[in-house]
């Protein structure tokens, strides 16, 4: 970016930063530049088609769920391509620039699902990508490999019941990845730079049965001047000193019941010093504020909510709000320093599910169903939709991303930029 040590620090979590420093030109990781599903900048499209408005589409050469991930005017995506997992980059205009394989890829089983399905982040310097075959790479501008890891072969096999989901995130020296599954799981840093392991965390909680397992990403935020890694999963969140991996705080009772198959898929979301946490396959919210040693359960949750919430898309938050976008397209907005609900509105009824995450932008809300259809919510006027834009394209999961006034919309084979 542009104004790169100040930059890189604000992007991850490592310093607060004024919203006008934030670069409206670069997407850094699957939330964006705040990790929390907020777009800087303004004058993004509100109405569009698969024809109107489109200022290019192009086959990608390889089917992949991962989000796009953009820093000047370079856009990467993962993929499956030829039985290899894939980075591509292309420029603005759609064109590749290169394409780098890390690896073989090991295929999704779900069928909304890839080998594919984590996205990509970067420091402006290298891109960070992982894939289910335990693949973790860094890879410079040009698409060379500055060094390779294989979790699986370092740490032993994934035991998710499905496909991995966990995007690798990036603290001020490493690159993390969450592993929580049936198995041991963990927490594991590398050197950004050279990739040799910093530190690994065990995280074994008491969950039954799936419920140990989760595809959630870790956020990275900052809090008294120290920077955490906030995880979610297995019936837990989980606060990890990002330096060493040592976790500082906990809180339990996600799943009071012991409920077998609470698998956590959304991720949480952290602003105002608070963090919300999606679980119960969308049936409860938990907001905690930060700080704290131990289990603060019974200290720091400041409220609670029973069947309101999300089971796959990660919520937005910025100025005082939670955004909650449910499976079915229901979306509420929260107050979250009290959990006060202070709206809420229903998409069209439709056979298909919201799998991406919602995001907010110059005073919208824009979210996406699997088969295209992007909605446009006014986010200051309550549930008023502004726009329901038809893509014409089926299996879109991965979440729309707004950069320097464009929307980048990522399907299983294609990947469109749309435009004034």
Same mark, same amino acid.
């Given at each position: 970016?542009?104004?790169?040590?100040?930059?890189?620090?604000?992007?991850?979590?490592?310093?607060?930063?004024?919203?006008?420093?934030?670069?409206?030109?670069?997407?850094?990781?699957?939330?964006?530049?705040? !990790? *929390?599903?907020?777009?800087?900048?303004?004058?993004?499209?509100?109405?569009?088609?698969?024809?109107?408005?489109?200022?290019?589409?192009?086959?990608?050469?390889?089917?992949?769920?991962?989000?796009?991930?953009? &820093? *000047?005017?370079?856009?990467?995506?993962?993929?499956?391509?030829?039985?290899?997992?894939?980075?591509?980059?292309?420029?603005?205009?759609?064109?590749?620039?290169?394409?780098?394989?890390?690896?073989?890829?090991?295929?999704?089983?779900?069928?909304?699902?890839?080998?594919? *399905?984590?996205?990509?982040?970067?420091?402006?310097?290298?891109?960070?990508?992982?894939?289910? !075959? /335990?693949?973790?790479?860094?890879?410079?501008?040009? +698409?060379?490999?500055? &060094?390779?890891?294989?979790?699986?072969?370092?740490?032993?096999?994934?035991?998710?019941?499905?496909?991995?989901?966990?995007?690798?995130?990036?603290?001020?020296?490493?690159?993390?990845?969450?592993?929580?599954?049936?198995?041991?799981?963990?927490?594991?840093?590398?050197?950004?730079?050279? /990739?040799?392991?910093?530190?690994?965390?065990?995280? *074994?909680?008491?969950?039954?049965?799936?419920?140990?397992?989760?595809?959630?990403?870790?956020?990275?935020?900052?809090?008294?001047?120290?920077?955490?890694?906030?995880?979610?999963?297995?019936?837990?969140?989980?606060?990890?000193?990002?330096?060493?991996?040592?976790?500082?705080?906990? @809180?339990?009772?996600?799943?009071?019941? +012991?409920?077998?198959?609470?698998?956590?898929?959304?991720?949480?979301?952290?602003?105002?010093?608070?963090?919300?946490?999606?679980?119960?396959?969308?049936?409860?919210?938990?907001?905690?504020?930060?700080?704290?040693?131990?289990? @603060?359960?019974?200290?720091?949750?400041?409220?609670?909510?029973?069947?309101? +919430?999300?089971? @796959?898309?990660?919520?937005?938050?910025?100025?005082?709000?939670?955004?909650?976008?449910?499976?079915?397209?229901?979306?509420?907005?929260?107050?979250?320093?009290?959990?006060?609900?202070?709206?809420?509105?229903?998409?069209?009824?439709?056979?298909?599910?919201?799998?991406?995450?919602?995001?907010?932008?110059?005073?919208?809300?824009?979210?996406?169903?699997?088969?295209?259809?992007?909605?446009?919510?006014?986010?200051?006027? /309550?549930?008023?939709?502004?726009?329901?834009?038809?893509?014409?394209?089926?299996?879109?999961?991965?979440?729309?991303?707004?950069?320097?006034?464009?929307?980048?919309?990522?399907?299983?084979?294609?990947?469109?930029?749309?435009?004034?």
């Amino acid at each position: 970016m542009r104004r790169p040590t100040a930059f890189y620090l604000a992007c991850f979590g490592a310093i607060a930063l004024s919203a006008s420093i934030l670069d409206a030109a670069n997407w850094p990781n699957w939330r964006g530049p705040s !990790s *929390n599903g907020v777009a800087p900048g303004k004058g993004f499209p509100i109405h569009w088609s698969g024809t109107e408005h489109v200022l290019w589409k192009v086959e990608l050469p390889g089917k992949g769920a991962s989000t796009p991930v953009v &820093w *000047n005017k370079r856009i990467v995506v993962t993929c499956g391509v030829e039985g290899k997992s894939t980075v591509v980059c292309l420029d603005f205009n759609g064109k590749t620039l290169w394409q780098t394989p890390v690896g073989a890829e090991k295929p999704g089983k779900h069928i909304k699902a890839t080998g594919a *399905n984590p996205s990509a982040v970067t420091d402006g310097k290298h891109w960070f990508v992982y894939f289910k !075959s /335990g693949d973790l790479a860094c890879l410079d501008f040009h +698409g060379a490999i500055v &060094w390779q890891k294989n979790l699986q072969e370092l740490y032993g096999e994934d035991t998710l019941w499905w496909d991995l989901g966990t995007s690798p995130v990036l603290t001020r020296d490493t690159v993390v990845v969450a592993a929580m599954h049936s198995g041991p799981s963990y927490l594991a840093a590398f050197d950004k730079q050279t /990739g040799k392991p910093v530190w690994k965390q065990d995280r *074994n909680l008491d969950a039954p049965s799936e419920a140990a397992q989760s595809y959630s990403t870790p956020i990275v935020t900052m809090d008294s001047g120290k920077e955490l890694l906030i995880v979610l999963g297995a019936d837990h969140v989980t606060a990890h000193d990002a330096t060493n991996g040592k976790e500082l705080w906990r @809180v339990g009772e996600l799943n009071p019941t +012991g409920h077998q198959y609470f698998r956590s898929i959304a991720s949480p979301v952290v602003s105002d010093g608070i963090v919300v946490a999606p679980y119960a396959r969308g049936a409860s919210l938990t907001a905690i504020k930060l700080g704290g040693s131990g289990d @603060v359960t019974q200290t720091h949750v400041v409220w609670r909510k029973d069947n309101l +919430g999300t089971d @796959v898309p990660t919520p937005a938050a910025a100025d005082g709000k939670v955004y909650i976008c449910s499976d079915k397209g229901a979306l509420t907005c929260l107050d979250i320093a009290t959990g006060k609900e202070l709206w809420s509105g229903q998409s069209e009824k439709h056979r298909t599910a919201f799998t991406s995450s919602p995001i907010l932008a110059d005073g919208k809300i824009y979210f996406t169903r699997e088969d295209g259809m992007t909605f446009v919510i006014d986010s200051g006027r /309550g549930f008023n939709v502004v726009a329901a834009n038809e893509l014409g394209e089926e299996f879109v999961v991965a979440t729309p991303v707004l950069v320097d006034g464009k929307i980048l919309i990522r399907t299983a084979e294609r990947l469109y930029c749309i435009g004034k």
